[in-house]
C-alpha cells in the first residue's frame, strides 16, 4: 500500500472515530437521569411507540378531513386523491433520503446536524444554523395551525348542536388557547410512560376512528357519488382562469398533512437504537399515513350525495355537513367530530415535543444565549423549551384578530419553513454529501445507492414547486381580505434570522463544537 493511500485511509479512520466519539457525547441521555441534567431517558422509545408517536403526531387523515374545503374548490376531487398520492410519494422520498443521514447520525438536531456534517468548513456553520432556526420556526407555526384546525373542530361541534351560537373573535382565540395548553399538560404532566400509553392508545383511537367514521358513512350515504366524480371530477371556484393552477393550490393540505414527521428525528436520543429503529419508523410513518388518509378521502368523496351544501355548510367543515347529509344524526356527527378532536389534538404535542428538543440541541451547541436553560431537563423534558415554543404559539394566535385568511396563511408559511429545514441535507447529500458518506459509512444501516440521488431530486423539486405554488393567493381577485399572507409571514421570519444572524449569531456560532469537525474539515480537502 503506498504511503498516500495509508495516509488517506488513517484519515477516514480518524474522522469515523471522531464521529463516533460524537454519537457517545451526544447521546448524553441516560435512564434516571436526575432532574436538571441535560439527558433524558435514553429507553423512552422503541420502534412501535417512535412510530405511534409520529403516527399520531402528523395524522395525515384528519388533515385531509377538516380542510376538505380547499380541496374541493381548487381541482376538486382529482387534486384531494391523486395530488395526496402524488405528495405521498415526494414526502416518501424525502423521508428515505433523510434515512441515511439518520441511520449515521441520529441526534435531537437532526437536520441542522446532518447539514453541517454534510457541508464545507466555508459553509458549515451558516448552513446548520439556518437549517435549525427554520426547522423551529416551521415547528412553531406548525403548534398554532394545529391549535387552530382543532379549534375549527370544536366550532362545528357546538354548531352541530347549537346552531344559533355566535362565535367571537375572543372566544375563538379562548378555545385556541385550550387547544394549545394540550401539549404541555399532557407532556409534562402525566410522566413519560403515561405519554408513552397516549401515544399508543391515540393511535388505537385512530384506527378505530378510521374504520367507524367511513363504515358508517359508506352505509348511510344515499346514493353513494360516482367513481368518475371520486377519481376524475374537476372543480375550480378560484377565479383563476388556468386550472392547473387551481389544482396545485388545492395540494396545500396534502403536503401539511405530512409536516411533523421529522419527531422521529428529535426524539432519537432517546432511543436504545435509533440507527435501526429510527429510519424504520420513519418510513413506515409515511407508508401508514398515506394510505390511510388516502383510504379516508375516497370514502368520504364516495359519501358526498350533495356537494353545494357540503360547500356551503353552515357547520364550519364540509366533513360536518357529509356526516349530517348521510346519517342524518348530531349525536354520531358529534362523536366523528370527537374522535379527530382527540386525535388531531397531538399534533400541537408532537410539535411541541420536536421544537422543545431542537431548543436543547441549540442550547448544546450555543446557539442561543443562555444555552443552559435550554438543556434544563426536568419530568423527562426540556421544560424551558417546551415553555417558549408555548409562548410563542400563543403570540402567533393573536393574528386572528386580523382577517380570517391572515390565519389560514399559517399553513402554508408552517408547511415552506418545514419543508425547507427537510430539503436542506437532501441537497447536502446531493452535492457532495453523498460521496462523503459514502466514503466514512460506506455499510451503514441504510443506503439507497444510485436511488438516493433520484430521491433526493424529487425532495429538492417538490419543496421548490410547493415554495412557489403556496404563495399564490387562494382566489381571484384579490382583496385584503383574501389576500395569501404567506408571503408576509415568510418574509418577516427570513428578515429576522437575517437580523439575528448578522447581529448575534455569526461572531458566536461555528457550528456544532465536536471535534469531528475537524477530521471532516481534512475529508473535504482530500
Avoid at 434516571?32 to 408517536?53: C, E, H, I, R, V
Avoid at 421544560?383 to 415554543?389: E, F, H, K, N, T
Wanted: glycine share 8%; net charge neutral; hydrophobic share 50%.
Amino acid at each position: 500500500m503506498s504511503e498516500k493511500s495509508a495516509d488517506k485511509l488513517s484519515a477516514e479512520a480518524s474522522t469515523t472515530t471522531a464521529i463516533a466519539t460524537v454519537l457517545d457525547h451526544h447521546a448524553v441521555s441516560v435512564p434516571g437521569a436526575a432532574p436538571g441534567a441535560d439527558g433524558l431517558d435514553k429507553n423512552a422509545f422503541g420502534f412501535l411507540s417512535a412510530f405511534s408517536l409520529a403516527f399520531s403526531c402528523i395524522n395525515s387523515w384528519v388533515v385531509l378531513v377538516v380542510g376538505l374545503s380547499a380541496g374541493l374548490a381548487s381541482g376538486g376531487p382529482t387534486a384531494l386523491v391523486w395530488g395526496f398520492l402524488y405528495a405521498t410519494i415526494c414526502t416518501y422520498a424525502t423521508v428515505l433520503s433523510h434515512g441515511e443521514m439518520f441511520a449515521v447520525f441520529p441526534t435531537a438536531g437532526g437536520q441542522m446536524h446532518w447539514a453541517a456534517m454534510l457541508t464545507s468548513p466555508r459553509w458549515r456553520a451558516s448552513v446548520s444554523w439556518t437549517t435549525g432556526m427554520v426547522n423551529v420556526i416551521g415547528l412553531w407555526l406548525g403548534i398554532a395551525t394545529a391549535a387552530f384546525l382543532c379549534t375549527n373542530i370544536v366550532v362545528s361541534m357546538i354548531l352541530v348542536n347549537n346552531p344559533d351560537w355566535v362565535l367571537t373573535t375572543g372566544k375563538q382565540y379562548a378555545i385556541f388557547i385550550a387547544m394549545v395548553m394540550f401539549a404541555p399538560l399532557s407532556t409534562i404532566g402525566v410522566g413519560a410512560r403515561a405519554n408513552r400509553l397516549i401515544d399508543t392508545g391515540l393511535m388505537v383511537l385512530a384506527v378505530v376512528g378510521i374504520l367507524a367514521i367511513t363504515i358508517t358513512l359508506l352505509a348511510t350515504a344515499k346514493p353513494l357519488a360516482s367513481a368518475s366524480f371520486v377519481f376524475g371530477g374537476v372543480r375550480n371556484t378560484t377565479g383563476y382562469s388556468s386550472p392547473v393552477i387551481a389544482w396545485l393550490i388545492g395540494l396545500l393540505q396534502s403536503a401539511y398533512a405530512f409536516i411533523g414527521f421529522d419527531v422521529v428525528y428529535h426524539v432519537s436520543e432517546e432511543m436504545p437504537a435509533p440507527k435501526k429503529d429510527g429510519p424504520k419508523a420513519a418510513n413506515w410513518t409515511i407508508i401508514v399515513s398515506g394510505i390511510s388518509a388516502w383510504f379516508v378521502v375516497v370514502c368520504l368523496l364516495f359519501s358526498i350525495t350533495d356537494l353545494d351544501s357540503v360547500l356551503g355548510t353552515a357547520y364550519g367543515l364540509p366533513f360536518t355537513q357529509i356526516c349530517m347529509n348521510a346519517t342524518g344524526s348530531k349525536a354520531a356527527t358529534t362523536i366523528f367530530l370527537l374522535i379527530i378532536l382527540l386525535v388531531f389534538s397531538n399534533a400541537t404535542r408532537g410539535n411541541t415535543i420536536s421544537a422543545s428538543r431542537m431548543l436543547l440541541a441549540f442550547g448544546r451547541d450555543d446557539m442561543l444565549p443562555f444555552p443552559r436553560v435550554w438543556t434544563y431537563v426536568k419530568f423527562g423534558e426540556p421544560v424551558w423549551g417546551i415553555a417558549l415554543s408555548i409562548a410563542v404559539a400563543f403570540l402567533v394566535g393573536f393574528v386572528q384578530f386580523g382577517p380570517s385568511s391572515a390565519f389560514n396563511s399559517l399553513l402554508g408559511a408552517s408547511t415552506i419553513f418545514m419543508f425547507v429545514s427537510y430539503t436542506i441535507p437532501c441537497g447536502c447529500m446531493l452535492f457532495g454529501g453523498r460521496r462523503k458518506l459514502n466514503r466514512l459509512f460506506p455499510d451503514r444501516i441504510h443506503n439507497l445507492g444510485r436511488w438516493g440521488v433520484i430521491c433526493n431530486i424529487v425532495a429538492i423539486f417538490f419543496v421548490l414547486q410547493s415554495i412557489v405554488i403556496y404563495c399564490f393567493p387562494a382566489d381571484e381577485p384579490v382583496t385584503a381580505a383574501s389576500m395569501n399572507y404567506v408571503v408576509v409571514f415568510s418574509a418577516f421570519f427570513t428578515l429576522l434570522l437575517i437580523a439575528i444572524w448578522f447581529g448575534y449569531a455569526r461572531k458566536r456560532y461555528t457550528g456544532p463544537k465536536e471535534s469531528f469537525l475537524v477530521q471532516l474539515e481534512r475529508a473535504d480537502d482530500e
